[in-house]
Each structure stands twice: as C-alpha cells, then as structure tokens.
T-cell receptor, first 112, second 113 residues
C-alpha cells in the first residue's frame, strides 16, 4: 500500500464548477497535511495546510480532513482555467521533522 | 516567488559522471530539504539539513550526498550517475515556527544520457 494515494486523473471539470480532489494516507499518526499545486514544468506551490479534523477555507479553496478515515480532500469552488494543474497531497509522517511524503498527484483540467 | 533559488536550472550529464546542484534558502530559514521528482510522480524525500547537520534521509543510496553551509545554503551531490537519476531535483527551505511549511525553489532538471 502506498503511503499517500491519489487518483492520477485527469479530472475534468467545466469552468465555474466545483473540483473535488481526494487523498488517503496510511500513517494513522500523521498530524500535518498539505496541498500543493504544480503547473507543468514548475515547482510545487503550497496552497493549503490543515492540521485538525474538519474544514478549512481559504478563498475558493477548502481543505477537509478526516483522521479517523485517514482521508484528506481539497475542494476548489468556481474553478477557473488557471486552476488547471497537478495537485499534490503531502503528509507529514509521525515524528514530523518537515519531511513530507507526497502522493503522485491528481491532474486537474478546467474546461471552458 | 518563494525566495529559494536553485542552480543550474537545467543540466545534461552522461552515465557515470558526477553532478553538484546548489540551493540558496529563503532568508531566515535554517532547514533545507532535497526532493527528487521523476516524471509523472510526486516528489520523493532525499535528505534534510538542519544547522549544517544531516537531519534525516530517505530511501536513496550513499552516492547521493549533501552539505549545508553556515549561511544555510546547500549542495546536493550525486556520484556515478545512472539513467534513472534523470528527474527534477527540488530544494525546499523551512524554518522553526512556521508550522512545518516548505517553500520550494524552481528546481534543477537533470537529464542523464
């Protein structure tokens, strides 16, 4: 079982729709969770962090965490073509130390 | 812009050669981590340096080595290059008290022929 699993996609949504990206992780003791956006040929950019169960909203982005189910998700409201990118889920394993374990990423395509 | 700079941006080497990649961390950040990202994959943790000491290592062979300097800049060295070493190498800096957030540089694209 991979430590952090994501559907590779591509996930296609129409402009203005809600995009829902999902991630599961295997280390039950993980405490910190991150979503990074990566445009083709560029480096990852941190867009959301979440540490507690529930929802965390930042503009059009909402991160959701359910530690009991070992599940973290990212919702993007009012999706724009500029949101088209690969979204990487990253988990800080037990013991932390700023060493992230990444999923393989989900490619999102927002269509006009 | 994260303030983390990497050089060079692109590099082509042949199998068996050695390579050195460089990273300048964001001002005030004392921790540098290196990641390898193969095409179509997520970044994989190579190692981390904190105050000039190695502070954790991923599942990479000893031919991957590193340094951190007193100004917190860092180098990644790879000896005896293999074709599978072709990847984007990412440097990320972080600081105590920033909630474990990493800030990535733009990366070095290494091609091994």
């Amino acid at each position: 079982q991979k430590e952090v699993e994501q559907n590779s996609g591509p996930l296609s949504v129409p402009e203005g729709a809600i995009a829902s990206l999902n991630c599961t992780y295997s280390d039950r003791g993980s405490q910190s969770f991150f979503w990074y956006r990566q445009y083709s040929g560029k480096s990852p950019e941190l867009i959301m962090s979440i540490y507690s169960n529930g929802d965390k909203e930042d503009g059009r982005f909402t991160a959701q965490l359910n530690k009991a189910s070992q599940y973290v998700s990212l919702l993007i409201r009012d999706s724009q073509p500029s949101d088209s990118a690969t979204y990487l889920c990253a988990v800080m394993p037990t013991g932390g130390g700023n060493k992230l374990t990444f999923g393989t990423g989900t490619q999102l395509k927002v269509e006009l | 812009e994260t303030g983390v700079t990497q050089s060079p941006t692109h590099l082509i080497k042949t199998r068996g050669q050695q390579v050195t990649l460089r990273c300048s961390s964001q001002s005030g950040h004392n921790t540098v981590s290196w990641y390898q990202q193969a095409l179509g994959q997520g970044p994989q943790f190579i190692f981390q340096y904190y105050r000039e000491e190695e502070n954790g290592r991923g599942n990479f062979p000893p031919r991957f080595s590193g340094l951190q300097f007193p100004n917190y800049s860092s180098e990644l060295n790879v000896n005896a290059l293999e074709l599978d070493d072709s990847a984007l190498y990412l440097c990320a800096s972080s600081a105590e008290g920033l909630g474990e957030k990493l800030f990535f540089g733009s990366g070095t694209q290494l091609s091994v022929l």
